[in-house]
């Protein structure tokens, strides 16, 4: 396969990383999404939450993986586009075109994963004071039958007239 051919291949991978990127990063903006109504929800299931986590991370793994396959292209034809701007004029417009898009999930993603920072302070002080309630509940209730257990039954009462 002749170079120019071979790097010509080489942008349109490039076109279609970027394209697998930019469909990446909406399933996230809508898992972010999803959390930002969980965590909204009093009655949140930590299961659920903790499911669009690992969905997250996955697809955060494979953004990696694009990302560092997008480098390893452009470092084999950074020279070329540059050298023939006008040949890949097309390839050049259509990477511009999904980086800014791109570049606006990204933005988006991470002012909704801030929100939700803010949400998960909440309900993780919530959860907290449930917690800390119910324990004192618990500890005032065990006070409260051990006294009485270790309180006198009538029939020992000190004061129980025993004459009559």
Same mark, same amino acid.
């Given at each position: ?77 950074? %020279?070329? #586009?540059? *050298?023939?701007?006008?040949?890949? &004029? =097309?390839?050049?417009?259509?990477? +511009? ?31 907290? %004071?449930? #917690?800390? *309630?119910?324990?004192?509940?618990? &500890? =005032?209730?065990?006070?409260?039958? +051990? ?18």
């Amino acid at each position: 396969m002749e170079q120019g051919s071979k790097n010509s291949v080489y942008v349109n991978m490039m076109v279609d990383s970027l394209s697998r990127k930019k469909r990446i990063l909406g399933f996230i903006l809508q898992k972010t999404r999803e959390q930002e109504s969980l965590l909204k929800d009093e009655e949140m299931d930590p299961d659920d939450f903790q499911a669009i986590i690992d969905e997250k991370g996955e697809q955060i793994d494979e953004l990696n993986k694009i990302d560092e396959g997008f480098d390893t292209l452009f470092s084999y034809v950074e %020279k070329e #586009i540059n *050298e023939n701007r006008m040949a890949y &004029r =097309t390839q050049i417009e259509q990477m +511009q075109q999904l980086i800014g898009e791109v570049s606006e999930l990204g933005i988006q993603i991470q002012a909704l994963e801030h929100q939700n920072s803010g949400h998960l302070k909440v309900y993780l002080a919530n959860q907290r %004071k449930a #917690i800390r *309630e119910f324990n004192v509940n618990s &500890r =005032t209730t065990s006070s409260y039958y +051990q006294n009485m257990a270790n309180a006198p039954k009538l029939e020992q009462s000190y004061f129980f007239n025993k004459t009559k």
